[in-house]
């Protein structure tokens, strides 16, 4: 079964600072993978997702996130954060190849300090 | 944001108590989804729907049941609640499945006492 992996469970850093954020999934032939934003007392949020192509993808807000197939990782990043971007973000992969269903990661809490 | 609406936002049941949660949408998406979310297990699906009577078990259904008779309504009932069951409840809707990625609801926040 596919497992994701997000080994920080909080991040502080200063407001204008940069974030990564990292996220490792289990090995798969293929693999879809996802990056979601939560705001306090909110649904999750689509942030970006990779299917397939360029390994650097691009989301809203800013964030972008760069497959690493060598060493299954995803990680989100960002040049500049700002207290707005305090939230929870999740990692999710979706095995390809049909009938499996998504696997969250148990979340990343960012904390931005003005 | 995309029309989907939970219900209940919170609720508070006696443990043994039947509870029922809605989700509805007014997207016309085909994919449906119940999540619950609880500190250090990050999202696990309960039960999901590809379709109006096609419905099917998560990685933590046990003591869950699911209804689609609607497009646009699934419920979420826990049969008899157990402390166990207190979570928050998500519920997610996808266009054209999961590789697409979910819209997601607000969440109901449910306490069994």
């Known amino acids: 079964a596919q497992s994701v992996t997000q080994l920080d469970s909080q991040v502080p850093v200063f407001e204008e600072a940069p974030v990564e954020l990292r996220c490792n999934y289990s090995?798969?032939?293929?693999?879809?993978l996802f990056w979601y934003v939560q705001y306090p007392n909110q649904g999750l949020q689509l942030l970006l997702k990779y299917l397939s192509g360029s390994t650097l993808v691009k989301g809203i807000n800013g964030f972008e996130a760069e497959f690493n197939k060598s060493q299954t990782s995803f990680h989100l990043r960002k040049p500049s954060v700002h207290i707005s971007d305090t939230a929870e973000y999740f990692c999710?992969?979706?095995?390809?190849?049909?009938?499996?269903?998504?696997?969250f990661g148990t979340g990343t809490k960012l904390q931005v300090i003005p | 944001d995309a029309g989907i609406t939970q219900s209940p936002r919170h609720k508070v049941t006696e443990t043994g108590t039947p509870v029922t949660l809605r989700c509805h949408q007014t997207e016309n998406h085909r994919y449906m989804y119940w999540y619950r979310q609880d500190p250090g297990h990050g999202l696990r699906l309960i039960h999901y729907?590809?379709?109006?009577?096609?419905?099917d078990k998560g990685e933590v259904s046990d003591g869950y049941s699911v209804s689609r008779s609607k497009t646009e309504d699934f419920l979420l009932t826990l049969e008899s609640a157990t402390s166990s069951q207190t979570s928050v409840y998500f519920c997610?809707?996808?266009?054209?499945?999961?590789?697409?990625?979910?819209?997601f609801g607000s969440g109901t926040r449910l306490t069994v006492v």
């Open positions: 090995s798969s032939v293929s693999v879809y």
């Open positions: 997610a809707i996808s266009l054209q499945g999961e590789a697409q990625g979910y819209t």
């Open positions: 999710a992969a979706l095995p390809g190849g049909g009938y499996q269903k998504v696997t």
């Open positions: 729907s590809y379709g109006v009577k096609d419905t």
